[in-house]
């Protein structure tokens, strides 16, 4: 039993990763280490070698998402039928929809990849499109500036939600009904003269 699980040992030890690594093809390779026979207490006969390939999908290039968002609007964003403006603080972001598979671009980018996999607002970009049931009919392509990543995320919602209404009118309801055609006025208040900032002011010394 002693020399069985010494020479396991050894077996494993004589394993090298870092060598084994091929650069052209993501695959690595397990020897059966001089295919020296090994039987433990069990009577199982030793394992062959054990490759591993891995596949890892290229992301697509941001010249090829460029290319694409110019040939599917030609005249660029204001020359398309389906558009809409959306505001929210500074961030302005103009909208345009086409009949697709629910993809999202933004600023000739993948939105996830833009907005920084933050759920909350890729689920702003969705909601007014999952309201009507549309999130996987239809196309959004943005081009969005000022502002934070949160600020054009909500942009996004009200300039979708103007565009829907350009496919047919009886599209507001349900989208007043979810507060997607308010524009949202709230700005941040403006630093006042004497003051730290909008309200704070300096610590009261009485002497």
């Known amino acids: 039993m002693s020399a069985s699980v010494s020479s396991l040992a050894t077996f494993f030890s004589s394993l090298s990763f870092a060598d084994q690594i091929s650069r052209q093809s993501n695959t690595l390779l397990f ?6 026979s090994l039987t433990l207490s069990s009577g199982r006969p030793s394992y062959s070698a054990l490759r591993v390939t891995a596949t890892v999908a290229a992301p697509e290039a941001p010249e090829d998402i460029e290319k694409l968002v110019k040939s599917r609007l030609p005249g660029g964003f204001a020359a398309q039928p389906i558009f809409g403006t959306g505001r929210r603080k500074c961030a302005i972001a103009r909208v345009v ?15 996830r990849e833009y907005l920084q996999g ?3 607002w890729l689920q702003y970009v969705k909601l007014p499109l999952i309201a009507l049931g549309y999130e996987n009919t239809y196309d959004v392509f943005v081009k969005a500036h000022g502002g934070g990543l949160a600020g054009q995320a909500q942009a996004i919602t009200l300039g979708i939600a103007r565009a829907l209404l350009k496919i047919s009118a009886n599209h507001r309801p349900p989208l007043k009904q979810g507060g997607f055609l308010r524009r949202d006025a709230r700005v941040v208040e403006r630093k006042k003269v004497g003051l730290h900032k909008a309200r704070k002011r300096p610590q009261y010394s009485k002497r």
């Open 118 to 120: 933050n759920p909350l």
């Open 97 to 111: 929809l086409q009949e697709g598979t629910g993809k999202v671009f933004i600023n000739y980018r993948d939105a």
């Open 31 to 36: 020897p059966p280490s001089k295919r020296r």
